[in-house]
């Protein structure tokens, strides 16, 4: 593994830690919202990282179905926040 490969999952590690303790900790919905996101977003360039080590094609594909899904729930729940404040 390179110094950078290291580097960049030791600041994904952080970043990581950083979005569990927010969606831990008692914030809006928006906020976990946006916490999920980011540790999808994790995730993926952990993937990634690990298919440019391994040089394996179907890590890039789940690197791609996970952003993909990151996207749709970061979508829906944006409407589901906002039809939640239509009906108050």
Same mark, same amino acid.
């Given at each position: 593994?390179?110094? +950078? !490969? @290291? %580097?960049?999952?030791?600041?994904? %590690?952080? %970043?990581?830690?950083?979005?569990? +303790?927010?969606?831990?900790?008692? /914030?809006?919905?928006?906020?976990? $919202? ?6 999808? %977003?994790? @995730?993926?360039? $952990?993937?990634? @990282?690990? $298919? /440019?080590?391994?040089?394996?094609? =179907?890590?890039?594909?789940?690197? #791609?179905?996970?952003? =993909?899904?990151? *996207?749709?729930? /970061? #979508?829906?729940? $944006?409407? *589901? @926040?906002? /039809?939640?404040?239509?009906? !108050?």
């Amino acid at each position: 593994m390179t110094p +950078a !490969q @290291i %580097a960049a999952l030791a600041i994904l %590690a952080v %970043a990581a830690v950083v979005g569990v +303790a927010r969606v831990v900790r008692r /914030s809006s919905l928006g906020d976990r $919202a946006v916490a999920l996101d980011t540790l999808t %977003a994790v @995730i993926t360039c $952990a993937l990634l @990282i690990g $298919a /440019s080590r391994v040089d394996d094609g =179907l890590m890039l594909d789940l690197a #791609v179905v996970l952003g =993909l899904m990151g *996207f749709l729930t /970061s #979508v829906t729940v $944006a409407r *589901f @926040i906002e /039809s939640r404040k239509d009906d !108050q």
